[in-house]
């Protein structure tokens, strides 16, 4: 049965309205998309293209990848798929709208049992030097007294940074309900348009600041902090190998720039190419990147390995990869960061970020509660956790 492409709607604001739970909802600076319903459900990336050839030539199939790549993906082609221009200026339309509700929040792992972590890390590190890097994360438990509302929580994350890569998908359930995976991710893994092929890997991170003074001061820092640097140069190095043998024309900046979300500043580099092969589709490229030491390490095998010794839960689809990609192989995938794993009440929220040898413990913990605070501010939380 071919999808149903619906006529467009005015603006990200009719799609939320229109969004119920088990539905797909995909916000980038290129437009925006709604999916309801499923005329397939694949748990293997690869088996995507021929699925969407079943489904029509202007087919799109949207999802998410965990960040073990041998576990199943969750993939949908959607019944019914309706786009609206993207967001921009339209943002400051969205009402922002108060959750309601008293909330229990969990820590799991303790924060002390991350710094231990972090200190554990940096020790492996001094120990064997050719482990350059391990990204280390923590998950926060919230209970929340009622179902969450889904689409209140896209719009204001949708509102606070109109720029990010808001998403809601489906994820397996696990007997308790519709399970989505939600967040605003402000880093593109790939996208493919024709030929051209564009990553945007960031890594290197400092909070924003309410004071413009100390906001610029927290900039500058990162842009010239050595350990940033150097955890942002193993990231770029290890996506232009892994693009290198599907692109031509690739171009790497030699300096990295300042990337702003609303809680954070970035390290960001810009890398494009030109595809050599029309035929790799973009879910087949995000595959080739995934997992970039963003999100895992270097080397990739080792660090994955420290991951499970140190971090005491499965990051289960956080640090994967989220998007959609169409019948001509043209897509977007993002990193799965800044998200929480929602079911019903319950969420989990996760955070990492970049061990280096010179890491500081307490300053990396800093670093995820500076992360959290995207999902926090748009359930509402003004708290630091
Ligand atoms: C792993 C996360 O962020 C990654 C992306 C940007 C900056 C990062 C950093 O500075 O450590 C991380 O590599 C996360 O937000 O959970």
């Given at each position: ?5 619906e006529?467009?709607a ?5 799609l939320?309205?229109a969004?119920r739970p088990?539905?797909?909802?995909l ?6 998309l ?9 748990d293997?990336a690869d ?5 969407l050839a079943?489904?029509?030539?202007g087919a799109l199939?949207?999802?998410a990848?965990?960040f ?10 959607p019944?019914?798929?309706?786009t ?6 339209g ?5 922002w ?10 820590p ?6 991350h710094?231990?972590a972090?200190?554990r890390?940096?020790k492996l590190?001094a120990e ?7 990204v280390l ?7 929340g007294d009622r179902?969450?509302d889904?689409?209140t929580v896209l ?12 998403f809601?998908v489906?994820?397996?359930e696990r ?17 493919r348009?024709?030929r ?7 890594a290197?991170?400092a909070p924003r600041?309410?004071d413009p003074t100390?906001d610029?001061?927290?900039a500058?820092?990162l842009?010239?902090?050595a350990?940033?640097?150097h ?9 232009a190998?892994a693009?290198?043998p599907?692109?031509s ?8 720039e300042l990337a702003r979300?609303?809680a954070?500043?970035?390290l960001?580099?810009?890398i494009?190419?030109r595809l050599?092969?029309p035929?790799?589709?973009a879910?087949?490229?995000?595959a080739?990147l995934?997992?970039?030491?963003a999100?895992c ?7 994955f390995?420290t991951?499970?010794?140190?971090e ?5 689809f956080?640090?994967?990869a ?7 192989g043209?897509?977007t995938?993002v ?24 890491s500081d413990?307490?300053?990396e ?5 500076a992360?959290?605070?995207t ?11």
């Amino acid at each position: 049965m071919p999808q149903r492409a619906e006529t467009p709607a005015a603006n990200a604001g009719d799609l939320l309205a229109a969004y119920r739970p088990g539905d797909s909802f995909l916000s980038s600076p290129d437009g925006v998309l709604h999916g309801s319903g499923a005329l397939a459900v694949l748990d293997r990336a690869d088996a995507l293209s021929d699925a969407l050839a079943d489904a029509g030539p202007g087919a799109l199939a949207l999802g998410a990848v965990p960040f073990d790549a041998t576990r199943p993906a969750h993939l949908v082609v959607p019944r019914t798929v309706r786009t609206a221009p993207p967001l921009r200026e339209g943002a400051a339309d969205l009402a922002w709208r108060a959750l309601r509700g008293a909330w229990t929040l969990t820590p799991d792992p303790a924060p002390d049992e991350h710094t231990a972590a972090v200190g554990r890390a940096v020790k492996l590190m001094a120990e064997q030097p050719d482990l350059r890097k391990v990204v280390l994360a923590r998950r926060l438990r919230l209970q929340g007294d009622r179902d969450i509302d889904i689409p209140t929580v896209l719009g204001n994350l949708l509102r606070r940074d109109p720029d990010a890569h808001v998403f809601a998908v489906g994820l397996p359930e696990r007997g308790a309900g519709p399970r989505t995976l939600i967040g605003a991710s402000p880093e593109l893994l790939v996208s493919r348009r024709g030929r051209d092929v564009l990553s945007n890997p960031l890594a290197g991170s400092a909070p924003r600041s309410a004071d413009p003074t100390k906001d610029q001061v927290n900039a500058v820092g990162l842009l010239t902090s050595a350990k940033d640097r150097h955890e942002h140069a193993v990231v770029v190095e290890a996506v232009a190998d892994a693009l290198a043998p599907h692109c031509s024309d690739l171009a790497v900046p030699a300096e990295p720039e300042l990337a702003r979300t609303a809680a954070l500043w970035h390290l960001s580099t810009r890398i494009t190419g030109r595809l050599r092969d029309p035929d790799t589709p973009a879910h087949a490229l995000a595959a080739a990147l995934h997992p970039t030491p963003a999100v895992c390490g270097t080397p990739t095998g080792r660090a994955f390995d420290t991951i499970g010794a140190l971090e005491p839960f499965d990051r289960g689809f956080y640090t994967g990869a989220v998007g959609h990609s169409d019948a001509r192989g043209d897509g977007t995938w993002v990193v799965t960061i800044r998200c929480a794993d929602v079911t019903g009440p319950d969420l989990d929220l996760f955070a990492g970020g970049g061990i280096m040898p010179e890491s500081d413990p307490e300053a990396e913990l800093a670093e995820t509660s500076a992360k959290l605070r995207t999902l926090l501010l748009a359930l509402g939380i003004d708290r630091t956790a």
